[in-house]
């Protein structure tokens, strides 16, 4: 089978194509003929950042081809989505049953893709931000997989003011069309209106401008892999707080929680209440161009490798 690798930490051009065998399927796992591949900025950036080269993984949908032991309510040809801990940029994947969903009927993998992992972290920060109705959220990388989402659950769950913080001015269209009332840049000199719930997506150098656009009491909820430093005194004046989330924390300790979430989340894209992006499909050759795509956070929505 293909499968992309690195073998040197850099940029997208590290990235490669080799011919393995197919994996088999250990314990509680999947084997699954992968037909779509999710690209989020976490994994982009561990070609980057990280010490050694790991197998880059995340959230895929295809078809079960085989089941290992001790597998019970999947079969082969069961149409599945979620995320792999493994290899997951090849055409075949491993899929642990604890991380795995079903497919419904009336959509695609594509569909898949763009919905369960990004609308799973954008619904559960948005739940760990205690999201009351009424209340203002602000999301940054506003038009990203999981951004994009964000801004529509935001307004689902009742928010009175939803504002999208983008990188350019150009995506301010793409946010609006989403609910965005408001719209602000990174590099303008304040973000607006105080609002009660920030869901930041960046980190780093972002995260006291972030901070300081919460109205007293508000929270700041990271879910961002670019880590940062938030200063205490900006959150004590005010009463402010900050909330750490992880999703796969909740799929690991609180498969349940997880479970529900998906199921919401088919419901409301069932409803037409949400409405996933894809910027655009790459072939599984082309991950290169599709983490250059990451990279420039050029994308509106959901950027996808198809084998």
């Not at 004046?237 to 088919?266: D, H, K, M, N």
Request: charged fraction near 20%.
């Amino acid at each position: 089978m293909r499968r992309i690798r690195y073998e040197r930490t850099g940029g997208p051009e590290e990235l490669f194509q080799e011919e393995v065998p197919t994996p088999e399927p250990g314990v509680g796992e999947l084997l699954v003929r992968t037909r779509a591949i999710g690209v989020t900025l976490p994994v982009v950036r561990k070609v980057r950042e990280s010490a050694q080269p790991i197998p880059l993984g995340g959230e895929l949908a295809g078809e079960v081809v085989r089941v290992g032991e001790g597998v019970s309510g999947y079969a082969p040809g069961d149409r599945v989505t979620g995320l792999c801990f493994g290899h997951g940029y090849a055409e075949y994947a491993l899929l642990h049953t604890t991380m795995a969903s079903p497919v419904p009927a009336d959509a695609t993998a594509t569909d898949a893709v763009a919905l369960v992992r990004s609308g799973v972290v954008a619904l559960g920060a948005l739940e760990a931000a205690r999201t009351e109705r009424g209340e203002s959220v602000l999301v940054t990388a506003a038009a990203s997989g999981v951004g994009h989402l964000a801004l529509q659950l935001a307004r689902w769950k009742g928010a009175a003011r939803v504002v999208a913080a983008v990188g350019d001015e150009g995506k301010e269209d793409f946010a609006r069309s989403l609910g965005a009332d408001a719209v602000v840049t990174y590099g303008q000199q304040g973000w607006g209106d105080p609002v009660d719930i920030v869901l930041d997506a960046v980190g780093g150098a972002l995260l006291t401008p972030a901070v300081k656009a919460l109205a007293p009491g508000g929270r700041l909820v990271a879910y961002s892999s670019g880590g940062g430093t938030i200063d205490a005194y900006d959150l004590l004046v005010g009463g402010r707080s900050a909330i750490g989330f992880q999703v796969a924390i909740v799929a690991r300790t609180q498969p349940e929680r997880y479970a529900r979430w998906t199921r919401e989340l088919w419901r409301l894209f069932g409803e037409g209440v949400l409405r996933p992006a894809v910027h655009a499909e790459f072939a599984l050759a082309d991950a290169a161009r599709a983490h250059a795509v990451i990279e420039a956070r050029a994308n509106r929505g959901k950027v996808v490798l198809v084998p």
